[in-house]
């Protein structure tokens, strides 16, 4: 990109006081020049180099999630405060700018290749241990309140939304199509009974292909919708329509049974009464 750094960028932030760069054969760490000055820090002293090495494998065990962890496997591991260095045939550039002023970690090599300059790269400002405050330990009831709390609910209601709807639907069309059914001579009855019914055999993914079909972009229907400003397909509306059109079999069929245990001499001594 124009005006970028050459290689291969990892955006940090401006505090960043430490980046390790892990590779397949070396582990690279830097050390930023004001870390150094401010915490008495010396790069090429064995005894702060195991410090530092001991503290970020510690760092790594803690969060690796059960990937493999730094301190397993035994490479050599480069630490400095410079802002440029070379290492196994790699330029590290700890404290690039990009045109937009951002800050990043550059690695790049003369083959052009970068896959091998870092595995992956982790950044972190470095503090005084007396200026850190451990947080305490959650108990039982605090830590579920806290993953209850970071739960995203949003697809739990589109479901309440689009089950609700589609159950009211269902019960409108379900009792209107029964009792409309059950006045109806028996030869249209049985045509009407196996048309609404023909939702209850077939497959779900039957059942929304041919939804697809009647509705996409393709189709008459679909653009006509279309032309009008209504898209239909991969919406909310259209899980309600697929909802509405598995379900309203099970309320016609139960509703339909219900009226047909009715015994009609009740209704023939209703309508004597008045009764419509």
Request: aromatic share 10%.
């Amino acid at each position: 990109m124009e005006s970028q750094p050459e290689g291969y960028r990892f955006p940090v932030d401006e505090d960043v006081d430490l980046v390790v760069a892990p590779a397949a054969d070396r582990v690279m760490v830097w050390i930023s020049p004001k870390a150094v000055e401010k915490y008495g820090l010396d790069p090429q002293d064995n005894e702060c180099v195991s410090g530092l090495k001991a503290l970020v494998c510690e760092l790594d065990s803690a969060n690796c999630m059960g990937g493999a962890q730094l301190g397993d496997v035994d490479l050599p591991w480069y630490v400095t405060e410079e802002t440029t260095f070379d290492a196994g045939g790699y330029t590290y550039g700890f404290d690039e700018r990009g045109a937009d002023g951002d800050r990043y970690v550059v690695i790049a090599s003369a083959s052009g290749d970068a896959k091998g300059g870092a595995r992956w790269l982790d950044s972190a400002q470095m503090a005084e241990a007396s200026s850190v405050v451990l947080r305490d330990e959650q108990g039982p009831l605090t830590s579920l309140a806290s993953f209850l709390g970071d739960i995203d609910y949003r697809p739990f209601w589109v479901s309440i939304k689009t089950s609700g709807l589609a159950l009211l639907i269902s019960f409108a069309l379900g009792l209107f199509a029964a009792w409309k059914t059950m006045g109806t001579s028996s030869r249209i009855k049985g045509l009407l009974d196996s048309v609404f019914t023909i939702p209850m055999v077939l497959p779900p993914t039957v059942c929304g292909f041919l939804l697809l079909m009647l509705f996409g972009r393709s189709t008459g229907v679909g653009q006509w919708l279309i032309a009008h400003g209504i898209s239909i397909v991969f919406t909310w509306p259209a899980a309600v329509i697929s909802a509405v059109v598995v379900s309203f079999p099970l309320v016609y069929r139960t509703a339909l049974g219900a009226f047909e245990s009715l015994d009609t001499q009740m209704l023939d001594a209703a309508r004597t009464l008045g009764w419509s």
